[in-house]
């Protein structure tokens, strides 16, 4: 995880490194080099509010529930994930385990001028291009959300989230097949890839 964080710009995927990428891992590797996992600020901001505060920890646990593929480890989350979460979570927001996914999606697009691009995107490619949120099932916005905030950390199509509820349009679980959405599209094929 270290030399694809830090080198790497975060992507682990080795399919997606240059040659000479992989060549000088692998060189460094035989010689015995060791990598550490490189940890954001934002890694260790909300690893020091969780272990202080029993609150944010119940916080943390249902937000990442919903929003972080049920990943408790905030090294596994991108930056834009933890910033996310600490913003709302020092503004005093409640998180549910099974939020109103038309208010998730009308909120970020608010709150975060790159989302609208993103949102546009995913609305073209795996929808039926209308933008109005409240037009689309659950699952079609939750898939929206988790990967917008994970961006930075994949690129590509995301991997299942586990289902937080028995909503419609909510993830299978572990196992099942994908629902089909919209225009027939898997709702975990999102990858349009957003630069800061």
């Not at 991997?159 to 196992?175: D, I, K, M, V, Y």
Request: hydrophobic residues 30%; negative net charge.
């Amino acid at each position: 995880r270290g030399y694809a964080d830090s080198p790497g710009g975060g992507i682990r995927d080795p399919a997606r490194h240059p040659d000479e990428f992989m060549a000088s891992f692998i060189e460094q590797l035989e010689s015995g080099v060791h990598f550490e996992p490189v940890h954001s600020s934002l890694t260790n901001e909300v690893r020091d509010v969780i272990r202080r505060d029993s609150e944010a920890k119940q916080a943390w646990d249902t937000y990442v529930q919903a929003r972080g593929r049920n990943l408790r480890d905030p090294t596994r989350h991108a930056d834009t994930l933890l910033q996310d979460f600490l913003d709302r979570f020092h503004q005093g927001e409640a998180f549910e385990e099974d939020p109103d996914w038309t208010q998730e999606v009308e909120e970020l697009l608010r709150r975060d001028t790159t989302a609208q691009e993103a949102w546009d995107a995913h609305v073209d490619s795996q929808g039926d291009g209308d933008t109005d949120p409240s037009k689309h099932t659950s699952g079609f916005l939750r898939s929206f959300v988790v990967q917008y905030l994970e961006r930075d950390k994949f690129d590509g199509p995301m991997p299942p989230t586990p289902p937080t509820g028995s909503r419609a349009g909510s993830p299978p679980p572990s196992g099942g097949e994908a629902e089909e959405d919209c225009k027939g599209g898997s709702l975990f094929n999102f990858s349009v890839r957003l630069t800061n």
